[in-house]
């Protein structure tokens, strides 16, 4: 059993440090979130049958730590590379999916993003109208039945009429929701329309 924990904290640290020393997105299979999430559920136990102040539970305690820390900068370090790569045009997002199956979703919203970015700086570039024209004319919709809002107030998890668990969110946050859900927070004074 030792082995096998020993095994899969090895097999994420390599990935963390193959990710961390390159610029391009490594490979990283999907199972791996299944295996580690395992293997923290294993640790959680086993910090359960032991003392705060004992040996064991500080080793645990020290290897959860260790997979938070990696797993989170792993993924920040991929959604950088991703990002950039989109900026920079070097990867498609068909290229991109392949190694983000696990986030697929947000993926696509980060690439609309990007793409309005691109679109907006082209336009600005042309230099056929005014800066301020081009800042503020209309934008398309996000994507057909949802709508880009600004959060207003902390709120908790909300579910979507997609069947998409949504939040929690902060204020400030800007987030693309079904235009349903998005329409009862305005209505309730809890978001604003930036764009729908």
Same mark, same amino acid.
């Given at each position: 059993?030792t082995?096998?924990r020993l095994?899969?904290? #090895?097999? /994420?640290l390599?990935?963390?440090r193959?990710?961390? =020393?390159g +610029?391009?997105? *490594?490979?990283l299979?999907?199972?791996?979130?299944?295996?580690?999430?395992?293997?923290? +559920? &294993?640790i959680? *136990?086993?910090?359960?049958?032991?003392?705060d &102040? %004992?040996?064991? !539970?500080?080793i645990a %305690? $020290?290897?959860l730590e260790n997979i938070?820390?990696m797993?989170?900068?792993? /993924?920040t370090?991929?959604?950088?590379?991703?990002i950039? #790569?989109?900026?920079?045009?070097?990867?498609? @997002?068909?290229?991109?999916? &392949? #190694?983000?199956?696990?986030?697929?979703r947000?993926?696509?919203h980060?690439?609309?993003?990007?793409?309005?970015?691109?679109s907006?700086?082209?336009n600005i570039?042309?230099?056929? *109208? =005014?800066? $301020?024209?081009?800042?503020?004319?209309?934008?398309?919709? @996000?994507?057909?039945?949802?709508?880009?809002?600004r959060?207003? +107030?902390?709120?908790?998890?909300?579910?979507?009429?997609d069947m $998409?668990? !949504?939040?929690?969110f902060?204020?400030e946050?800007?987030?693309?929701l079904?235009?349903?859900n998005a329409?009862?927070?305005? &209505?309730?004074?809890?978001a604003?329309f @930036?764009f =729908?």
């Amino acid at each position: 059993m030792t082995e096998i924990r020993l095994r899969v904290y #090895s097999k /994420l640290l390599s990935f963390w440090r193959e990710e961390s =020393s390159g +610029r391009s997105i *490594s490979e990283l299979p999907n199972e791996i979130f299944d295996e580690v999430s395992g293997l923290a +559920r &294993k640790i959680l *136990s086993l910090m359960r049958l032991h003392e705060d &102040k %004992s040996v064991v !539970y500080k080793i645990a %305690s $020290t290897m959860l730590e260790n997979i938070k820390f990696m797993i989170s900068e792993m /993924l920040t370090l991929r959604m950088f590379k991703v990002i950039t #790569s989109l900026l920079e045009k070097r990867n498609s @997002i068909g290229d991109l999916k &392949k #190694s983000f199956a696990h986030v697929e979703r947000h993926l696509e919203h980060i690439a609309k993003g990007v793409e309005m970015f691109h679109s907006l700086l082209d336009n600005i570039l042309k230099f056929e *109208s =005014s800066t $301020t024209e081009v800042m503020h004319a209309p934008i398309r919709k @996000i994507r057909e039945g949802y709508a880009l809002i600004r959060i207003l +107030r902390k709120l908790p998890k909300i579910v979507g009429v997609d069947m $998409t668990i !949504y939040g929690p969110f902060n204020e400030e946050d800007i987030v693309i929701l079904p235009q349903q859900n998005a329409e009862v927070l305005v &209505k309730r004074g809890i978001a604003e329309f @930036i764009f =729908s």
